[in-house]
């Protein structure tokens, strides 16, 4: 069992946060009409996410059994067989398209949107991870169908500045992570993915620093946006672009200064510092928006 848990990477299932987002900052969470859809598109999201990571490590077995780190995988330590990896991936997309029978509307928007990540993500695997850029924007967009379908499956619509925020973020994280096989590459003369030898240090920390701060100019013009202050009827907002400045500065400091940006959600889980930032930001986001 613990395998098939490692197998599916169920501590990854925490991006598929992403879905709530349009809840979030809609100011719908304590909606439950909107708040059920929401739960039950993200469940459904991390069973998808979870069969395109089983046919991730099958593609990658033999690269992975060269890595340092991925060798450890279920697949490339062969604590899990190819058959049974297939199996679980046609599991996890059964279970993915069944959970969403629970979904009140829009059961059929929403499982597009899920199928369109699932067979675009399979084409990343298969062959589009090997062109650099294209891969981390691939990544980076899977994020926005996140936030699209918990938007539809929801019925709250999207404000375009959190679209923009979503996929300048995570491009921002894919960077940061690629800088890791970058530093990888120069410490071992192999690199751990076949698109790694476009990529320098030099070309990734400009681009984390474009992305970063492009990404905290649109979180501004969002809070100051007239639409935004009308719907949460509060001029306050933009105080929190503190906190989210603080969080990238820190991320940077990570990738940068710790050489520890190679898997985001493990920084997520276990960085104490980002975890009271991000905390802090919550919490000064929905006092300003249900108190304030």
């Known amino acids: 069992m613990k395998n098939i848990l490692k197998l599916i990477r169920l501590r990854q299932w925490v991006k598929n946060v992403f879905v709530l987002v349009p809840l979030f900052f809609g100011g719908a969470l304590m909606r439950t009409d909107a708040l059920i859809p929401g739960i039950i598109t993200f469940f459904s999201f991390c069973f998808a996410a979870s069969a395109i990571y089983c046919l991730n490590d099958v593609i990658d077995v033999e690269a992975d059994r060269r890595h340092p780190v991925k060798c450890h995988r279920p697949i490339a330590s062969g604590e899990v067989t190819i058959r049974q990896a297939y199996a679980f991936m046609t599991l996890m997309l059964v279970l993915s398209m069944a959970v969403l029978l629970l979904l009140p509307s829009h059961r059929i928007e929403v499982g597009a949107v899920i199928l369109f990540y699932f067979c675009l993500n399979v084409a990343y695997c298969m062959k589009l991870k090997e062109f650099a850029i294209l891969d981390v924007c691939i990544v980076a967009f899977g994020f926005v169908l996140r936030i699209l379908a918990g938007g539809v499956?929801?019925?709250?619509?999207?404000?375009?500045?959190?679209?923009?925020?979503?996929?300048?973020l995570t491009l921002f994280l894919s960077f940061a992570k690629r800088r890791d096989d970058v530093l990888r590459m120069e410490q071992t003369g192999?690199?751990?993915?076949?698109?790694t030898i476009r990529y320098n240090i030099s070309f990734i920390n400009q681009?984390?620093?474009?992305?970063?701060?492009?990404?905290?100019?649109?979180?501004?013009?969002?809070?100051?946006?007239p639409e935004v202050v009308q719907h949460f009827h509060t001029n306050y907002?933009?105080?929190?672009?503190?906190?989210?400045?603080v969080g990238l500065l820190r991320y940077i400091q990570i990738a940068v200064v710790d050489k520890k940006s190679g898997d985001p959600t493990k920084?997520?889980?276990?960085?104490?510092?980002?975890?009271?930032?991000?905390?802090?930001?919550?919490?000064?986001f929905l006092f300003i928006i249900y108190v304030v």
């Open 267 to 284: 920084v997520i889980l276990k960085d104490r510092f980002t975890q009271l930032v991000v905390l802090l930001w919550v919490i000064s």
């Open 207 to 225: 681009a984390i620093t474009i992305t970063g701060s492009v990404m905290l100019v649109c979180y501004i013009m969002y809070t100051v946006s």
């Open 190 to 195: 192999i690199a751990p993915r076949k698109n």
């Open 153 to 168: 499956a929801s019925s709250v619509v999207l404000s375009n500045w959190i679209v923009l925020m979503t996929f300048l």
């Open 237 to 245: 907002l933009y105080l929190t672009s503190a906190l989210v400045l």
